[in-house]
C-alpha cells in the first residue's frame, strides 16, 4: 500500500515532523475544533467566500465516497490530545473520472511550515494511483500562500486568471505525472529537513542532561562532565531532581526550571522515566532529544512496547529522537566543540563523519581514529534507530561543509531503497566507506529457485554498495585505512602503482598485494628507467618495484620518488622503508616530504615505514599515509580505486523499452492472486505450469478483504499461460511451447511443430533433480516415450501430484546459455541476477547481481562482472552473441518488478544469446507472485 494511503510521519522542512493519515469518520470533532482555530482570512481562501462548518455539514468532510473522494489530514498530539491542524482532498468530476479539483486547508498557527504543500503533494499522488490524470485548484488571486505552493510542488502546471464577482481567481491544472524534476524537488526537501533537524544535534546553543550526576563514573556523570572537558562554546544545564549541584555546577530538577528552553537535550535516565522526560521537553518546545538511556526494544516485549510509547509522544509533539540505547553524539568543530557521548576520546577537528550502530564500538572507534591521528567532525551513535537513521545522517553530511568522507558501521538497512537513492547521489560528490556486519547467516532461508539461492544473505547488500558507489571494507582496520588515504591523498586517475622500495621481499608483497586488488604494477617506461639508472646504483632494480638496495639514501629515496611521481605510466607511487641502520628514518621521511611537492596533486602517494618506532611525524604533518604492511597499503589504494572508476563513470539513466503492455501483466497477476486468495486463508497456490487449476495448501477459512484484495501472504506459482502471458506483455520472447496433458497429445504436438523438441514436468520445481525433463526429441514416438519416462521418475520420487502436465518445447539450438532471474527481497526489494545459465548455475555462481532499478550503466556493469564475458562477446573466434538483445531483456524485466511488485520469484534458465542480431529466447520460465 502507497505510503500516503497509511497512517506515517512525515518530516517537514523545519525538521520538525507530522503525523498524517486519511481522514476517518470519526475525526469530525477534530475537524471542528481546526475551524475554531482559523480565520476568517483562511476559511474565505479555501471555500472562495462565506462559509460555516456546523455539525450538520461536516459530514460532508469526513465520510468520503472512496470511489470519488480522497482527503488526508495533519495532526499533531497523541490521543485524546490529537489535533488536526490541516486537511486536503481531492473529488472527482462525475462526467470525467480522470480529472478532480483539489483543495486544502491549515490553520494559521501552522501556516509557513510546508505542511500544505506536503498533504497536496501526497494528495496529486494518491490521485495518480486512482486513474486521474489532470488536478485543478481554484485559487482566490491574494491568496498568496496557496500560488507559492503551487509553484513548490514540483509538476508541471498551466494557471489562468478569471475575474468574479468581486475579485478574481487563478484555476491552476496540474498534469500528474511524477517526472525527474519532480522527484528532484522532493529530494530537495528532504535533504533540507534532514539539515534543519540534525542541526539542531549537531550546532546546539544550550544543551541540558537529564540524569547528569555527580558521580563521574555513571553514565549521567560521563556525559556531563565531557562537556565540561571538552570546550563546549555554548551553555550546559545539569538536571538533577535530588542533587543542587553536580560538578561544581548548578542543578535544575525538571526542564522546565531551566534558565532558558534547550535546543538539545541528553536523556542519561533509567528506561522508566524516560518517555516522562521527553513529554516535558515536547511541551517546552524542544525540538532535539538524544536518549542514550538503554531498556527499549533491544530489552524484549516490554522494551519494544515502551519505544512504540516513546515514538508516539515524540511524534505528538513533532520533535526528533537519536536513539534510544545510543553513546551520543559529538561535534568537534573548533566553533561547537560538543561531547555529549559517555567516550573520554575527543577526537580533534577533522573532515571524517561517522555514524555506528554499535554504542560499544563507537568507543573503540573515537579511541582508534585519536590514535591514528584522524580528526573528526561529527560522530554519532544512532542505537535502535527509532527515529533518526543513517539516511538521514546521509542527508545532512551530503553538504555538510565540515565533511569530506563519510564513514558508516552498519549492522542492517532500515529502508535500503532509500539509502540506495541518497548514497548513490552522494558518493558522485563525497565517497562513502562502510564497514557491513553480518555477512553469514547460520540459517539461511531454503529458496526454491535459483535466483533466491543465490541473492540471498550478504550478496543483496554488496549489489547495493557496488551500485551506489559504497566502499565497502571488512574490518573497522581496513575501514580507517581507507579512510586514511581518502582524507589526505587524490582520487588516482588510474591503477597503474609505482612501488619504490630498499627490500626485495616487501616489494614483491606489495607487487603481489597490488594485482590481488585489481591494481596494476607497469613495467616503467625506458626514459623512466634511464633516470632511474642515473644515479641508483647498478644492482638496483627498476623495472618496478624499484628496489634501491638495503644502502639506499635518504637523498635517494626523494629523488626517486620526484621520477616515479612524474612518470606518465604512473597513477601512484607506494613507498616502502624498511630500517636498515645506513639511513635515518626521519631524514627519509622528511625527503618523501620535500619529494611530494613536486610531484602533481592528482597522484596519490603512500608510504609503508615497516619499523618498531611507528610513523614518523613529518609523514603525518606532510598528509602522507603510512600503513604498517605493504598489504594494507595495497587494499586500501584498491577500494580508493574502484570507488575512483565508479565516480568516473557516467550516473546512467533507467532504460523504458517500447512494447509494454503493463495493464495486460497487471490483470493476470492480480487474478492469479485472488485466486490464491480465495481458495484458502493461506493464501498459497502451487500451479503446475500446466494448468489453472491449484493444489492448495490447508487453511482455516476466508479469502480476502471485503474490497477483494487477496490478504497478506497470499502467494502462487503462476502457471506456464500465465506466466507467458506476463513476459509476453513486457516484449520477452520465449520458445514455441504448448502444454499437454498425456503422451497422445504430445506426440501430436510434435508432429504440428515438425522440429527437435524438449518435454519438461510442467511443474515449478528443478526438473533436472527428478529427471523431469527430455532434450531433444525428433519424433512423435520419443515424445510420447519420454513423457511416459518422466511420469515412472516422478512416481519414484514420490512427486506423482505434478504427472499430470507437460511442457513440449521446441528446441533452441545455438547461443549462450545465460541465466535471468529475480527475486524480491523483503527489505531490498527486487533483486536482479544474470550470468551463466543451466543447470550448474548455482554450482558455479558466475552471475551478477543488482537492485532495482537498473540502469544502463548497472546493466553494463553486471555483464561486465562476468567472468564467462569473453563467451558473449567471441571467444577464440566463435561468433559474438547479440549482446545487445541481452541488456535489452534485462531492462524489460527490470520495468516489469517495478511495474509489478508482486513478482516474488522469477527464473528464465536458460536464455540462448543467439548470434548478433538474432535475439535472445527464453526457453524455462518459473514465476511466483505474492501480495508485498
Not at 621481499?505 to 642515473?534: F, H, K, M, Q, W
Not at 520477452?732 to 524438449?758: C, H, I, W, Y
Request: with cysteine.
Amino acid at each position: 500500500m502507497a505510503d500516503h494511503a497509511t497512517e506515517h510521519d512525515h518530516v517537514l522542512p523545519d525538521g520538525t515532523t507530522v503525523r498524517v493519515r486519511p481522514i476517518r469518520p470519526d475525526d469530525r470533532e477534530r475537524l471542528l475544533a481546526m475551524w475554531e482555530r482559523t480565520s476568517e482570512r483562511s476559511r474565505r481562501a479555501r471555500f472562495l467566500g462565506p462559509f460555516l462548518l456546523t455539525p450538520d455539514n461536516v459530514g460532508r468532510f469526513t465520510d468520503l465516497d472512496p470511489d470519488t473522494q480522497f482527503a488526508l489530514v495533519a495532526t499533531l498530539g497523541r490521543g485524546e490530545n490529537e489535533r488536526v491542524v490541516a486537511v486536503a482532498r481531492y473529488a472527482r468530476y462525475e462526467d470525467e473520472p480522470t480529472h478532480a479539483e483539489f483543495a486544502a486547508l491549515v490553520e494559521d498557527a501552522e501556516q509557513g511550515r510546508g505542511i500544505g504543500t506536503a498533504l497536496v503533494r501526497q494528495i496529486a499522488q494518491a490521485a495518480l494511483e486512482a486513474g486521474v490524470e489532470t488536478l485543478t485548484g481554484e485559487i482566490l488571486a491574494d491568496n498568496a500562500r496557496m500560488l507559492n505552493l503551487v509553484r513548490d510542488l514540483g509538476l508541471g502546471y498551466e494557471s489562468q486568471r478569471e475575474d468574479i464577482g468581486g475579485g478574481s481567481i487563478v484555476r491552476t491544472d496540474f498534469g500528474l505525472e511524477l517526472s525527474e524534476s519532480f522527484l528532484q524537488v522532493v529530494a530537495e526537501e528532504e535533504r533540507l529537513a534532514a539539515e534543519a533537524a540534525l542541526k539542531r544535534f549537531f550546532s546546539p546553543e544550550r544543551v541540558a542532561v537529564v540524569g547528569a550526576s555527580r558521580d563521574k563514573t555513571a553514565i549521567g556523570g560521563l556525559v556531563f562532565e565531557n562537556l565540561l572537558r571538552g570546550d563546549f562554546q555554548g551553555v550546559v544545564y545539569p538536571v538533577n531532581r535530588s542533587s543542587d549541584f553536580v560538578q561544581g555546577v548548578a542543578a535544575y530538577p525538571s526542564l522546565s526550571d531551566c534558565p532558558q528552553v534547550p535546543d538539545l537535550v541528553l536523556v542519561c535516565v533509567p528506561a522508566e522515566y524516560v518517555n516522562d522526560v521527553v513529554d516535558e521537553a515536547g511541551e517546552l518546545g524542544v525540538r532535539a532529544v538524544c536518549i542514550i538511556s538503554a531498556g527499549f526494544s533491544e530489552a524484549g516485549e516490554d522494551g519494544i512496547e515502551r519505544q512504540r510509547d516513546l515514538m508516539d509522544r515524540a511524534r505528538g509533539h513533532g520533535l526528533r529522537i537519536v536513539g534510544p540505547n545510543c553513546m551520543g553524539l559529538l561535534n568537534a568543530n573548533r566553533g561547537v566543540r560538543m561531547n555529549g557521548t559517555f567516550s573520554r576520546i575527543f577526537p580533534d577537528d577533522g573532515r571524517l563523519a561517522f555514524s555506528s550502530q554499535s554504542g560499544a564500538l563507537g568507543l573503540a572507534v573515537l579511541e582508534h581514529a585519536h590514535d591514528l591521528g584522524l580528526g573528526i567532525s561529527t560522530f554519532v551513535s544512532v542505537g535502535n534507530k527509532a527515529d533518526i537513521s543513517g539516511n538521514d545522517l546521509l542527508l545532512y553530511w551530503e553538504n555538510d561543509p565540515d565533511t569530506d568522507v563519510v564513514l558508516l558501521y552498519l549492522e542492517s538497512f532500515g529502508n535500503p531503497r532509500k539509502f540506495s537513492r541518497i548514497a548513490r547521489r552522494i558518493s558522485r560528490r563525497k565517497p562513502i566507506v562502510a564497514v557491513k556486519s553480518g555477512r553469514t547467516s547460520a540459517g539461511v532461508r531454503a529458496a526454491s529457485s535459483h535466483t533466491a539461492a543465490i541473492s540471498s544473505g550478504d550478496v543483496a547488500v554488496d549489489a547495493l554498495f557496488r551500485q551506489t558507489g559504497v566502499i565497502r571494507t571488512d574490518t573497522l582496520e581496513e575501514l580507517f585505512d581507507v579512510a586514511a588515504l581518502l582524507s589526505s591523498q587524490p582520487l588516482p586517475q588510474g591503477r597503474r602503482v609505482a612501488i619504490l622500495t630498499n627490500a626485495g621481499g616487501p616489494g614483491i608483497l606489495a607487487a603481489d598485494a597490488c594485482e590481488s586488488n585489481g591494481l596494476e604494477v607497469p613495467r616503467l617506461a625506458d626514459a623512466t628507467r634511464e633516470e632511474l639508472y642515473g644515479f641508483l646504483p647498478p644492482e638496483a632494480g627498476v623495472n618496478n618495484p624499484v628496489d634501491m638496495i638495503a644502502s639506499a639514501s635518504a637523498e635517494g629515496y626523494g629523488r626517486a620518488l620526484r621520477i616515479l611521481g612524474n612518470a606518465d605510466e604512473v597513477d601512484a607511487v607506494l613507498v616502502i622503508f624498511i630500517p636498515t641502520g645506513t639511513t635515518d628514518t626521519s631524514d627519509v621521511a622528511a625527503a618523501l616530504t620535500t619529494a611530494r611537492q613536486d610531484i602533481p596533486e592528482d597522484v596519490p602517494v603512500m608510504s609503508v615505514f615497516m619499523s618498531a618506532r611507528g610513523v614518523p611525524d613529518e609523514l603525518a604533518e606532510a598528509r602522507i599515509p603510512s600503513f604498517a604492511f605493504p598489504e594494507d597499503a595495497a587494499r586500501a589504494l584498491g577500494r580508493v580505486a574502484q570507488y575512483a572508476d565508479w565516480r568516473a563513470r557516467p550516473m546512467g539513466a533507467v532504460v523504458t523499452p517500447d512494447g509494454m503492455d503493463r495493464d495486460r501483466a497487471r490483470a493476470v497477476v492480480e487474478a492469479a492472486l485472488s485466486s490464491a486468495g480465495s481458495t484458502t486463508g493461506a493464501g498459497k497456490r502451487l500451479i503446475g505450469k500446466a494448468h489453472a487449476s491449484s493444489v492448495t495448501t490447508a487453511a482455516s477459512s476466508g479469502g480476502g478483504d471485503e474490497d477483494g484484495t487477496p490478504p497478506a501472504g497470499t502467494e502462487a506459482w503462476l502457471s506456464a499461460a500465465e506466466a507467458e502471458a506476463v513476459l509476453d506483455s513486457y516484449g520477452v520472447t520465449l520458445a514455441r511451447s504448448r502444454v499437454v496433458g498425456s503422451a497422445q497429445e504430445g506426440a501430436e504436438v510434435q508432429e504440428q511443430f515438425g522440429t527437435e523438441v524438449a518435454v519438461k514436468v510442467a511443474a515449478p520445481i528443478h526438473k533436472t533433480d527428478v529427471g523431469g525433463i527430455k532434450l531433444g526429441l525428433g519424433s512423435p514416438e520419443a515424445v510420447a516415450d519420454a513423457i511416459e519416462e518422466i511420469t515412472r521418475s516422478l512416481e519414484d520420487a514420490g512427486m506423482a501430484e505434478h504427472a499430470d502436465a507437460f511442457l513440449v518445447q521446441e528446441m533452441v539450438d545455438g547461443g549462450v546459455e545465460m541465466v535471468v532471474g529475480v527475486s524480491s527481497d523483503p527489505s531490498f526489494g527486487p533483486i536482479i541476477m544474470t550470468g551463466m545459465g543451466g543447470t550448474l548455475v548455482e554450482l558455479l555462481r558466475d552471475v551478477s547481481v543488482r537492485i532495482t532499478p537498473l540502469t544502463d550503466e548497472d546493466v553494463e556493469d553486471m555483464l561486465d562482472q562476468l567472468r564467462m564475458k569473453p563467451l558473449l562477446t567471441g571467444y577464440r573466434g566463435s561468433e559474438a552473441a547479440d549482446v545487445d538483445a541481452l541488456k535489452d531483456l534485462l531492462h524489460r524485466i527490470n520495468a516489469m518488478v517495478e511495474d509489478l511488485p508482486e513478482i516474488a520469484e522469477l527464473d528464465l534458465n536458460p536464455v540462448f544469446v543467439r548470434p548478433e542480431g538474432e535475439g535472445v529466447v527464453a526457453v524455462d520460465v518459473r514465476m511466483k507472485v505474492a501480495t508485498p
